[in-house]
Nanobody, 120 residues
């Protein structure tokens, strides 16, 4: 099993910044991709940003130029630097890890989520 622990959410004013962190622990064999999804009230969960082990990045159009995802493979940690936050960024942010075990079984693991609220 793999566990994901998130931190860094909170309340921030429009235009402000936050940095989310997520660290994977447990029986880690190989993590292909790590990243972040978010879910706002009444909306579906959507991909925010992800980074593969090959350093391939993917961003939602709505956050390009404002958010930056990064990864420390040695620490099994993924970060999300969020700048220029807008009220529409308000959501619960979930970390995920695309993990493959020693037998080649692939599974997505999820964190419990951290609340980000952008409001004046």
């Amino acid at each position: 099993q793999v566990q994901l622990a998130e931190s860094g959410g909170g309340l921030v004013q429009p235009g402000g910044s936050l940095r989310l962190s997520c660290t994977a622990s447990g029986r880690i064999f190989s993590i292909f991709a790590m990243g972040w999804y978010r879910q706002a009230p009444g909306k579906q969960r959507e991909l925010v940003a992800s980074v593969a082990a090959s350093r391939t990045f993917e961003y939602a159009d709505s956050v390009k130029g404002r958010f930056t995802v990064s990864r420390d493979n040695a620490k099994n940690t993924v970060y999300l630097q969020m700048n220029g936050l807008k009220p529409e960024d308000t959501a619960i942010y979930y970390c995920y890890a695309d993990h493959t075990d020693a037998l080649g079984s692939r599974k997505d693991y999820w964190g419990q989520g951290t609340q980000v609220t952008v409001s004046s």
